[in-house]
């Protein structure tokens, strides 16, 4: 079923009121209904993306940009070839040789930006709200492809994307009793704030793990049980996704080595083994293997679904860019 039919069983609002946003900045406070339609409308981009013919031009004539202030190889190449399979133009603006290095700021790069005419622009940047400050001083859509340490929503909802398709019938897929263990750099974690505000709105139990340096204070506020024990925080998980120390965003002794944070808070088999007995293992990449992470965990087939997270990438970028620009593109409904 499509979503335009699936909205027809109730399953949420029609036309517009699917999703009712200008941009997708976080996922803090999207309806249930909201994530679902977006993770409905990434399914039809999954079966696209295996067939030998990729391009779909819904967005042929339309100019996405792609400005990317902090490093990224999955996020920018991912919203490159989603641009490129709906047939839009996607530029992508080289930072390192950009004004920006000039000490042009924010608000001019942005108005710069929207002089443009994009479409549709994307935006990673190191500091947290500066996405929202571009997305308030432009014309089109703004999807926030990661920035600081605050969100990094079409990883959350790629995750969501990958666990449903890997744990339940598609379209019947329930979140509710799912529970979701994230350990590491909680505290300097974006993926692990989308995922929270995803996974939570959708109904699963999600726990934080982390030492204590790197948990924030007030956690539980997002309706997350923290822990430190990472043995107990693994007990009955049905999904583990690690993350990475964020060392660029420390200033200061965070933990005392990367030898006794793996022994405390690595993913060994033999941690795995406290999880359900088909948990599966996570992680958004760049990783640390043998710290956060070992080898033989990361490639454990049937269990680790780091490459299928790359790959639900790509469709669920489509889906947030084919949605996101049916305005401009006068679809129906959409106006
Ligand atoms: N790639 C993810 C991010 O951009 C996770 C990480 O860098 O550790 O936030």
């Not at 571009?134 to 969501?160: F, M, R, S, W, Y």
């Not at 944070?261 to 088999?269: D, K, S, V």
């Not at 990449?285 to 710290?291: A, E, I, K, Q, W």
Request: proline share 4%; hydrophobic share 45%.
């Amino acid at each position: 079923m499509t979503s335009a039919e699936l909205s027809q069983t109730g399953r949420y609002p029609a036309g517009s009121l699917a999703f009712p946003h200008r941009g997708l900045l976080g996922l803090a406070g999207l309806a249930p209904h909201e994530l679902l339609f977006l993770l409905d409308e990434a399914e039809q981009w999954v079966e696209l993306n295996r067939q030998p013919q990729k391009r779909a031009d819904r967005l042929a004539g339309l100019t996405i940009i792609n400005a990317f202030f902090e490093n990224s190889t999955r996020t920018l190449l991912s919203f490159e070839i989603a641009g490129k399979r709906l047939g839009a133009d996607v530029v992508n603006m080289a930072v390192a040789q950009s004004s920006v290095k000039k000490g042009e700021t924010l608000i001019d790069t942005a108005m710069t930006l929207n002089a443009m005419r994009a479409d549709a622009i994307v935006i990673r940047h190191g500091s947290s709200g500066a996405v929202r400050l571009i997305a308030d001083k432009v014309d089109c859509p703004v999807l926030n492809a990661g920035d600081g340490q605050h969100e990094h929503p079409t990883q959350g909802l790629l995750d969501a994307l990958t666990i449903r398709q890997a744990l339940f019938d598609k379209r019947k897929g329930e979140f509710n009793g799912l529970i979701v263990t994230i350990c590491g750099d909680i505290l300097h974690s974006r993926v692990a704030r989308s995922n929270i505000h995803c996974l939570t709105t959708l109904g699963a139990e999600v726990r934080v793990c982390a030492p204590p340096a790197l948990m924030p204070a007030g956690i539980e506020q997002m309706k997350v049980t923290p822990y430190h024990d990472f043995d107990k925080a693994l007990a009955g998980a049905d999904v583990v996704m690690m993350l990475r120390l964020q060392q660029e965003r420390m200033e200061g002794q965070f933990i005392p080595s990367p030898r006794e944070y793996r022994h405390l808070y690595g993913l060994t088999l033999h941690r795995l083994a406290l999880a359900k007995p088909d948990a599966l293992v996570m992680h958004p990449g760049p990783m640390n293997r043998g710290v956060e992470i070992d080898s033989n965990v990361a490639d454990l087939a049937g269990r680790s679904m780091i490459t299928r997270q790359v790959e639900m990438g790509v469709a669920m970028r489509m889906a947030c860019l084919e949605v996101l620009t049916r305005k401009a593109r006068g679809v129906e409904g959409w106006a």
